[in-house]
T-cell receptor, first 109, second 114 residues
Framework: GQNIDQPTEMTATEGAIVQINCTYQTSGFNGLFWYQQHAGEAPTFLSYNVLDGLEEKGRFSSFLSRSDSYGYLLLQELQMKDSASYLCAAMDSNYQLIWGAGTKLIIKP | NAGVTQTPKFRVLKTGQSMTLLCAQDMNHEYMYWYRQDPGMGLRLIHYSVGEGTTAKGEVPDGYNVSRLKKQNFLLGLESAAPSQTSVYFC?????????????FGPGTRLTVT
């Protein structure tokens, strides 16, 4: 079956760095996505990786290793507004997204 | 440019009642999706559409029907609501996923079935 695993909850301190890991198992693979979802709001797109390596976008970076079926989202210089759930999703061979349950990130001052 | 809009934002239904959720997008996207989001679970695809007049089943289609009569609108119907359908429903849209992958989400509809 198809499955996405990511931690349920993480806690970090304002100004620090946090890495949210994601492993996937899908029928075919067309890329790994990260979305941010604040409580009570809609998911918003953060990043997309289809090739191995690191993609940097400001304070947020995303990494993919296709051979390990693994990726991560790296958040630097954490701010209180980064408190949210981070959703990992893998696109399968039919171009459909398989979603993880999300990682709730709690930022403490 | 409103993006993706959903109506209503909140609804309470009694078991057996019916309702229709409306999704509209103004980005000229070909693809539209209906998801449900439940605590502790990932977003699950209910139905999707690859263009006007077409619909297809997703992972959890039972108990739901959809229609896409116009490119900009995607309707989700519950014919006979059940408590198991209590959830947050999100509509999303995108260009063809083989050329642009980002899905844009509406604000969600919070449905409670008693």
């Amino acid at each position: 079956g198809q499955n996405i695993d990511q931690p349920t909850e993480m806690t970090a301190t304002e100004g620090a760095i946090v890495q949210i890991n994601c492993t996937y198992q899908t029928s075919g693979f067309n890329g790994l996505f990260w979305y941010q979802q604040h409580a009570g709001e809609a998911p918003t797109f953060l990043s997309y990786n289809v090739l191995d390596g690191l993609e940097e976008k400001g304070r947020f970076s995303s990494f993919l290793s296709r051979s390990d079926s693994y990726g991560y989202l790296l958040l630097q210089e954490l701010q209180m507004k980064d408190s949210a759930s981070y959703l990992c999703a893998a696109m399968d061979s039919n171009y459909q997204l398989i979603w993880g349950a999300g990682t709730k990130l709690i930022i403490k001052p | 440019n409103a993006g993706v809009t959903q109506t209503p934002k909140f609804r309470v239904l009694k078991t057996g009642q019916s309702m229709t959720l409306l999704c509209a997008q103004d980005m000229n996207h070909e693809y539209m999706y209906w998801y449900r989001q439940d605590p502790g679970m990932g977003l699950r695809l209910i139905h999707y559409s690859v263009g006007e007049g077409t619909t297809a089943k997703g992972e959890v289609p039972d108990g739901y029907n959809v229609s896409r009569l116009k490119k900009q609108n995607f309707l989700l119907g519950l014919e006979s609501a059940a408590p198991s359908q209590t959830s947050v429903y999100f509509c999303a849209s995108s260009y063809s996923p083989d050329r642009n992958y980002e899905q844009y989400f509406g604000p969600g509809t919070r449905l409670t079935v008693t």
